[in-house]
T-cell receptor, first 115, second 113 residues
């Protein structure tokens, strides 16, 4: 069965500091992995996706993530945090094994950016 | 349309009433998903539609929940005899194909009093 674990339900960083949000996955098949951001009272917006091409994936708003098979990780990073990055971030793996490709989500990490 | 559209954006209902939530996927997207997001929790899968294939209903929490989809267009999620534990944000997503990224609507916030 596929699963996703996000370490740290809350992360605080100073404005201008590195953002690192952790995601580890479990999958019996090569995974498709995604990061989404959710601003208050809004739906989920796709940040980036990994679908077995380049292991370093660049997304919107300066975010990127690196797929590391040996570590079963897909951590999200951004070199310099902006106040506007404050939101909740979800990592998801696509359930290919069932054939539906439904997403299995992590529990989310709420990012707080300090001035 | 330009994005996934959900209506209503907010719904307040009394315990025991039926509610119907609507989702308009992105035009041309064959796959449609419903998820539920309870306060302070992650998202849980409810049901999936792909073209003319039988839907995957494995995530529906009880037989009070049902969903339909007309062809590759609108979907409705119906909750009968609502309970307080049904209070949540219901999110709809669509994707162009199975391996494609899912694009989400803004959700319907359901409050059962």
């Amino acid at each position: 069965a596929q699963s996703v674990t996000q370490l740290g339900s809350h992360v605080s960083v100073s404005e201008g500091a590195l953002v690192l949000l952790r995601c580890n996955y479990s999958s019996s098949v090569p995974p498709y992995l995604f990061w989404y951001v959710q601003y208050p009272n809004q739906g989920l917006q796709l940040l980036l996706k990994y679908t077995s091409a380049a292991t370093l994936v660049k997304g919107i708003n300066g975010f990127e993530a690196e797929f590391k098979k040996s570590e079963t990780s897909f951590h999200l990073t951004k070199p310099s945090a902006h106040m506007s990055d404050a939101a909740e971030y979800f990592c998801a793996v696509s359930d290919q094994a069932s054939g539906t490709y439904k997403y299995i989500f992590g529990t989310g990490t709420r990012l707080k950016v300090l001035a | 349309g330009a994005g996934v559209s959900q209506s209503p954006s907010n719904k307040v209902t009394e315990k025991g009433k039926d509610v119907e939530l609507r989702c308009d996927p992105i035009s041309g997207h064959t796959a449609l998903y419903w998820y539920r997001q309870r306060l302070g929790q992650g998202l849980e899968f409810l049901i999936y539609f792909q073209g003319n294939s039988a839907p995957d209903k494995s995530g529906l929490p009880s037989d009070r929940f049902s969903a339909e989809r007309t062809g590759e267009s609108v979907s409705t999620l119906t909750i009968q005899r609502t309970q307080q534990e049904d209070s949540a944000v219901y999110l709809c997503a669509s994707s162009q194909n199975l391996a494609g990224a899912q694009y989400f609507g803004a959700g319907t916030r359901l409050s059962v009093l």
